[in-house]
């Protein structure tokens, strides 16, 4: 019997890959008008390697790259920058098409919510309240809530844990086969494929089930839920 959903955040509830193109190909166009003396490409290379260095979730990787070019950081580009970077991001950070949806239907039906994502605390919290989905989830756990990313066992474990269900009873959405899908399936949990959020060209998928849509969640869940049930 599933009573519980878990949602992976990026790249399955919002298209976090797509917002962050956007919000920093702003900042760079932004950077490069307040005097960075830099190819646009050139910019765009420095910023993808910090990235590759640092994690995708580095928050001073503007004040990096200035350091790199200048050894110094000049405050006027870097505040070129972060301010067209805000507004970028706040515009492109929306939910995947139905998601709303989804979840409104998951909690008519009963089921318990919850997410569980590798993003520091800070970040993932200013997403889901930029959202309007704070409210939403019975629970939330971040990075920063066991010092454990995907696939390791203690996300998922809190989150199973604060939601008060067991592995078999709960099932795992996410877009990233080695983490979300093999951390959730080794631990007894059903998993859930988010297709439509692959980055990755991702072939297996370690996966009981793949979905194009999350509005196709729901049928799983009825199914899931009717195996067993008196005919």
């Known amino acids: 019997m599933i009573k519980a959903v878990i949602f992976d955040l990026d790249n399955t509830l919002v298209d976090f890959m797509a917002m962050k193109r956007k919000a920093v190909d702003a900042a760079i166009d932004a950077m490069i008008d307040a005097g960075l003396n830099l190819s646009r490409d050139e910019v765009r290379t420095r910023i993808d390697a910090i ?12 004040d990096q790259l200035l350091y790199d070019v200048f050894n110094k950081v000049n405050y006027k580009i870097l505040s070129a920058g972060i301010i067209a970077y805000r507004r970028a991001r706040e515009a492109a950070l929306v939910p995947y098409p139905h998601v709303y949806m989804t979840l409104m ?17 800070r970040e993932a919290w200013l997403r889901l309240c930029y959202l309007n989905f704070h409210h939403i989830f019975h629970a939330v756990v971040t990075f920063d809530d066991t010092g ?16 008060g269900v067991a592995p078999a009873e709960a ?38 089930y793949e979905v194009a849509d999350i ?11 009717s195996r067993g ?3």
Not at 51 to 62: D, L, P
Not at 105 to 121: T, W
Not at 216 to 221: A, E, G, K
């Open 51 to 62: 990235y590759k260095e640092r994690g995708i979730e580095f928050q001073n990787v503007f």
């Open 105 to 121: 239907e998951l909690l008519k039906r009963g089921m318990l919510l919850a997410v569980v994502s590798d993003a520091p605390g």
């Open 148 to 163: 454990e990313r995907k696939p390791n066992p203690g996300p998922f474990k809190k989150a199973l844990e604060l939601l």
């Open 171 to 208: 099932l795992m959405l996410g877009d990233w086969a080695e983490r979300d899908m093999v951390g959730a399936a080794n631990i007894g949990m059903k998993t859930v494929f988010a297709r439509y959020g692959d980055t990755f060209g991702t072939v297996v998928t370690h996966a009981d």
């Open 215 to 225: 509005k196709d969640l729901l049928p799983i869940v009825e199914k899931e839920n």
């Open 229 to 231: 049930a008196p005919r």
